[in-house]
């Protein structure tokens, strides 16, 4: 049975940091490629970041690119996400997700292409 569990959400101002962690057991971590979403209230889930499976390879949504950092560690079966330079706007829930491959297929990430989730974490981001 596969489980993903993420942690390291809060609530910060604008301008600070946060690191998201995300571990997944029940399978085999370093054959897929890994994810982060997140979706903010009334609005779709959107894509942030994805990893492919041996950390090579990265993408990232505009909103992030520069301030966000993805980053695995296959030994710890650990995926994360430093957040810096946080906005209002990246107030969400954040999930992790494993993809159905071992590759990222580009900075637009489909949902469908992932197909195990975690609970999310909260970021509360205060101006």
């Known amino acids: 049975q596969v489980q993903v569990v993420e942690t390291g959400g809060g609530l910060v101002q604008a301008g600070g940091s946060l690191r998201l962690s995300c571990t997944a057991s029940?399978?085999?971590?370093?054959?897929?490629?890994m994810a982060w979403f997140r979706q903010a209230p009334g609005k779709e889930r959107e894509g942030v970041s994805c990893v492919s499976w041996n950390g090579v390879r990265t993408t990232y949504a505009d909103a992030v690119k520069g301030r966000f950092t993805i980053s695995r560690d296959n030994a710890k079966n650990t995926l994360s996400l430093q957040m810096n330079d946080l906005e209002p706007e990246d107030t969400a829930m954040y999930y992790c997700a494993v993809s159905r491959s071992d590759y990222c297929s580009g900075s637009w990430l489909i949902i469908a292409d992932f197909n195990y989730w975690g609970q999310g974490t909260q970021v509360t981001v205060s101006s």
């Open positions: 029940g399978l085999t971590f370093d054959d897929y490629a």
